[in-house]
């Protein structure tokens, strides 16, 4: 009878610890602000831009830009030239195709109302080498120069708390 409570007691132990093993290795939200365009037009010239503070030398990211738009957009896609300043002052420079719609027109994303949430998965895996604030300058590079349609866009971080 012991050696039966012994077994069961190490079985849900074994359980216990593995639950906890899988909870630690998963991503947790960690920075999430957004830049709001008046009237739901993104300007050329209007830039949104963004602040993050890492406190953890080599801790694992992955980066997020979450756009929304209305369901009137009138492309699929969505150019974006994305800079990141590193707090040495090291300049990181992107231009990302961002597609908002399958070829044959049905939205990728979540729909709320006329609302379509569109998320891009920006950067996968990355370990920010120092502590500081790193500043996020994103830009859209579509023709015409004004991008109706378009009313938020976020900067989404998730930490992997465990790699």
Request: hydrophobic share 35%.
């Amino acid at each position: 009878m012991m050696t039966h409570l012994r077994k069961q007691n190490s079985l849900i132990i074994l359980i216990f610890l593995g639950l906890i093993f899988l909870m630690s290795c998963s991503e947790q939200s960690y920075f999430m602000q957004s830049h709001k365009f008046e009237d739901g037009i993104w300007n050329i010239e209007e830039v949104a831009e963004f602040q993050l503070d890492i406190q953890q030398k080599n801790q694992i990211y992955y980066l997020f830009f979450d756009i929304k738009s209305s369901e009137n957009y009138s492309t699929s896609n969505l150019w974006l030239y994305a800079e990141v300043l590193a707090p040495d002052g090291t300049l990181q420079t992107d231009t990302l195709e961002f597609d908002m719609a399958e070829p044959s027109g049905k939205w990728l994303g979540n729909h709320e109302g006329q609302t379509v949430t569109t998320t891009l998965l920006y950067k996968r895996e990355v370990a920010f080498p120092d502590i500081g604030v790193y500043k996020f300058r994103i830009r859209q590079g579509m023709r015409p120069e004004h991008t109706p349609q378009i009313s938020e866009f976020t900067l989404r971080t998730e930490m992997l708390s465990k790699k």
